[in-house]
């Protein structure tokens, strides 16, 4: 819990680790570091988010937060039937194939970026050149935002996603309050906009979800376009921050993604695993359950440290190792069950195809002074992160992959 823990918190789930992969820290609160009970955990349907009622008992007055009430009801905070209906609604908006039609914008955009970063003299900060504009643009290009706007969007959900750490304090929640006002203000806009004219994006395709038989509320509608916006650019920006530093500390293995773009989505699976966006999750116990030779009473707290678990040595051999070559990984960074991120297909695109790029245009960036991480539990990621950009390289061909190859020889 003190800055320096949470700037490094991988020593702290090391000493957790020594006494078992669940810990009892309290009467009915208890913390999880290990692969397979946070995997289990997560998709055992005796284990909810925190509903209204529980909400009235740890967090009184939370119904007169706009940043609190928005986040509870979007499908983050809700359990079935509810959390159920909406996720079927979005699912149907969020399909394959809309993701998959964003890969020529994610392109697009990172290269326009890329161009900034080396028009640019001296060194230049990652995080607000590239880290955040990338998918705070790609997510606005989804939802229908048009791109004059979405310069507002950084700060507005930069402040709200204070309200998904495990504790805020009151100056905290009242920046939080103040962006999900923003947010909720614009997105009513946004909304009958869409009414008037329908669009090919995300907002029309949940609009027409509110509109019709099977219905999202008005509440619903707004909370879950403001979280998709969240979610989808606070974690995908951890991911380009922490990723392009790992990568930077193995030059070999940053040149080999350089040369085979193809290995990406390996790549991107063990940056996840490494260095975890997203290090933690809650769930409450509906009924009695054992972990971990661990029993657990109803309502009981349950931290899932997923970036403990995505280094639990019991599931990754030598897991403190940056390894792209490692087998079957199986990251728990966007979390599992019920609750896995729905935009987590559209943050591998993102990472899939900025990395290669950026290691192909830029064969001389390098970290260029002192990286800053925000001091945060739940979201882990860099508020700095100064590079020098070097020249771009000259144009090559990429060769393909030899067939039957698994990867570079590391």
Known sequence: ??????????????????????????????????????DAILRDARFGVMDDALRDQF?????????ILSISRSMLRTNPPDHSRMRRLAAGAFTPRRIAAMRDVVQAQADELIDAMLAAEGPVDFMAAFAYPL???????????????????????????????????EEELAVADRGASELRAYFTELVAARRRAPADDLTTALVQAHDGGDRLSGDELLANLIVLLVAGFETTTNLLGNGLV????????????????????????????????????????????????????????????????NRDPRRYPDPGRFDPWRPQVHPLSFGAGPHYCLGAALAR??????????????????????????????????????????????????????????????
């Open 1 to 38: 819990m003190s800055p320096e823990g949470r700037v490094d918190p991988y020593p702290t789930y090391e000493r957790l680790r020594a006494h078992g992969p669940v810990v009892q820290a309290g009467p009915v609160f208890f913390v999880v570091t290990g692969y397979a009970e946070a």
């Open 59 to 67: 967090l009184p007055g939370w119904r007169e937060s706009p940043a």
């Open 135 to 169: 998918p705070v643009g790609v997510i606005c290009a989804l939802l229908g935002v048009p791109a004059a706007d979405r310069p507002l969007f950084r700060r507005w959900a930069t402040d709200l996603t204070g309200v998904l750490e495990p504790e805020i304090t």
């Open 246 to 309: 790992a990568l930077l500390e193995h030059p070999r293995a940053a040149a080999a993604l350089a040369e085979h773009p193809e290995f990406a989505p390996g790549y991107v699976d063990e940056l996840l695993r490494y260095d975890s966006p997203v290090q933690l999750t809650s769930r409450m116990s509906t009924t009695p359950a054992r972990y971990g030779d661990v029993d657990l009473p109803p309502e009981s707290w349950v931290i899932v440290m997923l970036g403990a678990a």
């Open 349 to 410: 695109l993102e990472a899939q195809v900025a990395f290669p790029l950026l290691l192909r245009r830029l064969p001389g960036l390098a970290v260029a002074g002192r990286p800053e991480r925000r001091v945060r539990l739940t979201l882990r990621g860099h508020a700095t992160l100064p590079v020098r950009v070097g020249r771009e390289a000259s144009p090559v061909t990429v060769p393909g992959t030899p067939p039957g190859a698994a990867g570079p020889t590391p």
